[in-house]
């Protein structure tokens, strides 16, 4: 157990792993994501009362879900960084960061767009949907943080303390469509209750979100190799790596 | 300039013991404040400024002063405590004072809350005294007046609270101003929404208990808890240079 844990702060350890987890993260995410978003969208049944137009569902599910616990998992990241000094950690937040702040702003613009033909409007200023434009923001905050600080470690300590202090606003994302009276629909999927819908409806989106989660996975793991490679660059073993690819 | 008391060298003996220490640096920030009169009359004149550009710019009728009075007040408080943010550290960032600080036997997260407290006398306080002359000139009627006042006076050491962790974060950085309002804002929206949203539901007639009770709790939280990050934050930045 504690050897594993010393290897996984090796990033030299770290891009072998991910270079072998990669296809099946892939494969299999592109499989799930495929899979739920065509049966979705094309086979699922109608809305008695939104139609057509609550098939953005199978997108913005996933993107919204994924995009709150991007954030988590970068502030548990946070917390290896500040105890353990792990290097891994900070390469996994530099790595993510962007990849959460699209998956956000993908949530926000498919909500605006399910938004228009359901609730008449693109944009209210309603409580899940401000959460979610803080939590953009956070991650922009995030992001040139680690920007503005050149000393690596420094930088990977500072960006942690912020996310460690913005991951209040994450409780209150998840919870603010039942503490307050919103427009914005209670969660779909709850892990004590069966989802509201027939099972035609929540397979496909539990298949997206699932195939979503392992894609982030193949990608997080392709963005952490590229900053590996970066990082590393005067080491040994990156440049017998680049010497055997042939440059 | 006579040595400050904070930061006389003792021996372990004498030492001033953790509320004699912060006694002394909370003084002694209130001392090199009111050294620089100007440094303290800009974040207050900032927020005049601010406040008046309302009325000539969006609308200066009546119905619509009044009722947006109160946001305007808290937006304009809320800048003009993000500008002085930079303040609270830089200078003795720049002249080491601040290592001394950190060096102290006492706990830095006490130390951290005098100095944060003392932010909060120079900036905060005078603008929750300044608030009820602005809020008359904005049409507020007596309740929302004295609400704004009031949530103003929880409100804005909150506001010092989690603005110490972004200046203490970008201690030392370069354009540290603009970076410090980026992470600094969406950490203060919480506290805006709920202060705007006491004053009106006052205005309403709504009971407004709740409210208070919130943003009490959120004051709770913020100085039992932005301490420990602003402290973990300054030993970074001390480390960083």
Same mark, same amino acid.
């Given at each position: 157990?504690?050897?594993?844990?010393?290897?996984?702060?090796?990033?030299?350890?770290?891009?072998?792993?991910?270079?072998?987890?990669?296809? =099946?993260?892939?494969?299999?995410?592109?499989?799930?994501?495929?899979?739920?978003?065509? =049966?979705?969208?094309?086979?699922?049944?109608?809305?008695?009362?939104?139609?057509?137009?609550?098939?953005?569902?199978?997108?913005?599910?996933?993107?919204?879900?994924?995009?709150?616990?991007?954030?988590?998992?970068?502030?548990?990241?946070?917390?290896?960084?500040?105890?353990?000094?792990?290097?891994?950690?900070?390469?996994?937040?530099?790595?993510?960061?962007?990849?959460?702040?699209?998956?956000?702003?993908?949530?926000?613009?498919?909500?605006?767009?399910?938004?228009?033909?359901?609730?008449?409007?693109?944009?209210?200023?309603?409580?899940?949907?401000?959460?979610?434009?803080?939590?953009?923001?956070?991650?922009?905050?995030?992001?040139?943080?680690?920007?503005?600080?050149?000393?690596?470690?420094?930088?990977?300590?500072?960006?942690?303390?912020?996310?460690?202090?913005?991951?209040?606003?994450?409780?209150?994302?998840?919870?603010?469509?039942?503490?307050?009276?919103?427009?914005?629909?209670?969660?779909?999927?709850?892990?004590?209750?069966?989802?509201?819908?027939?099972?035609?409806? =929540?397979?496909?989106?539990?298949?997206?979100?699932?195939?979503?989660?392992?894609?982030?996975?193949?990608?997080?793991?392709?963005?952490?190799?590229?900053?590996?490679?970066?990082?590393?660059?005067?080491?040994?073993?990156?440049?017998?790596?680049?010497?055997?690819?042939?440059? | 300039?006579?040595?400050?008391?904070?930061?006389?060298?003792?021996?372990?003996?004498?030492?001033?013991?953790?509320?004699?220490?912060?006694?002394?640096?909370?003084?002694?920030?209130?001392?090199?404040?009111?050294?620089?009169?100007?440094?303290?009359?800009?974040?207050?004149?900032?927020?005049?400024?601010?406040?008046?550009?309302?009325?000539?710019?969006?609308?200066?009728?009546?119905?619509?002063?009044?009722?947006?009075?109160?946001?305007?007040?808290?937006?304009?408080?809320?800048?003009?405590?993000?500008?002085?943010?930079?303040?609270?550290?830089?200078?003795?960032?720049?002249?080491?004072?601040?290592?001394?600080?950190?060096?102290?036997?006492?706990?830095?997260?006490?130390?951290?809350?005098?100095?944060?407290?003392?932010?909060?006398?120079?900036?905060?306080?005078? !603008?929750? !005294?300044?608030?009820?002359?602005?809020?008359?000139?904005?049409? !507020?009627?007596?309740?929302?007046?004295?609400?704004?006042?009031?949530?103003?006076?929880?409100?804005?050491?909150?506001?010092?609270?989690?603005?110490?962790?972004?200046?203490?974060?970008?201690?030392?950085?370069?354009?540290?101003?603009?970076? !410090?309002?980026?992470?600094?804002?969406?950490?203060?929206?919480?506290?805006?929404?709920?202060?705007?949203?006491?004053?009106?539901?006052?205005?309403?007639?709504?009971?407004?208990?709740?409210?208070?009770?919130?943003?009490?709790?959120?004051?709770?939280?913020?100085?039992?808890?932005?301490?420990?990050?602003?402290?973990?934050?300054?030993?970074?930045?001390?480390?960083?240079?």
């Amino acid at each position: 157990m504690w050897r594993f844990f010393h290897k996984l702060g090796s990033p030299k350890w770290f891009y072998g792993i991910a270079l072998q987890l990669r296809p =099946w993260l892939l494969w299999v995410g592109l499989a799930l994501l495929l899979g739920g978003v065509v =049966w979705g969208l094309a086979f699922a049944p109608k809305d008695y009362l939104q139609g057509n137009s609550y098939r953005i569902i199978y997108i913005h599910v996933p993107a919204a879900l994924l995009a709150q616990s991007v954030y988590v998992m970068m502030a548990v990241a946070g917390v290896v960084t500040l105890v353990w000094r792990m290097k891994l950690a900070d390469l996994f937040v530099r790595a993510v960061a962007p990849v959460g702040a699209v998956l956000t702003f993908l949530a926000l613009f498919t909500g605006a767009v399910w938004g228009k033909p359901t609730w008449g409007t693109w944009w209210i200023w309603d409580a899940r949907l401000t959460s979610m434009l803080i939590l953009l923001f956070l991650y922009f905050g995030v992001i040139a943080l680690g920007a503005a600080i050149s000393d690596e470690k420094s930088s990977a300590r500072a960006v942690a303390v912020l996310l460690l202090v913005g991951v209040v606003n994450i409780p209150i994302i998840k919870y603010s469509v039942e503490w307050w009276n919103t427009l914005h629909q209670p969660a779909t999927f709850k892990l004590t209750e069966k989802p509201a819908m027939p099972a035609e409806m =929540w397979v496909p989106l539990l298949l997206s979100v699932l195939g979503l989660y392992l894609i982030f996975g193949w990608l997080a793991c392709l963005r952490m190799q590229t900053e590996i490679l970066q990082r590393e660059r005067r080491t040994r073993w990156v440049k017998e790596l680049v010497k055997e690819a042939g440059y | 300039m006579p040595a400050d008391p904070a930061m006389v060298v003792r021996s372990p003996e004498d030492s001033p013991g953790t509320f004699g220490a912060m006694r002394s640096l909370f003084l002694r920030d209130l001392r090199v404040a009111f050294r620089q009169k100007q440094d303290l009359l800009n974040p207050l004149l900032f927020f005049i400024m601010v406040v008046s550009l309302f009325p000539l710019g969006v609308s200066p009728e009546v119905s619509f002063l009044s009722r947006a009075g109160s946001g305007i007040l808290w937006v304009a408080a809320l800048l003009s405590v993000l500008l002085s943010l930079d303040h609270l550290f830089r200078h003795d960032y720049d002249d080491g004072t601040l290592e001394q600080l950190v060096l102290q036997p006492q706990s830095l997260f006490l130390l951290v809350l005098a100095k944060t407290l003392a932010h909060w006398v120079v900036t905060g306080l005078p !603008l929750v !005294l300044l608030s009820p002359v602005l809020g008359v000139m904005v049409h !507020l009627e007596g309740n929302s007046l004295g609400m704004l006042c009031l949530t103003l006076l929880i409100g804005t050491p909150v506001l010092s609270l989690i603005g110490s962790i972004g200046a203490a974060l970008t201690l030392g950085l370069r354009s540290a101003g603009v970076l !410090l309002s980026l992470l600094i804002i969406p950490l203060y929206i919480p506290v805006l929404i709920f202060g705007t949203g006491t004053v009106a539901a006052a205005a309403e007639g709504a009971p407004v208990g709740a409210y208070i009770a919130l943003m009490g709790a959120f004051l709770v939280l913020a100085v039992t808890l932005a301490p420990f990050a602003t402290a973990a934050a300054l030993r970074i930045s001390l480390s960083n240079s």
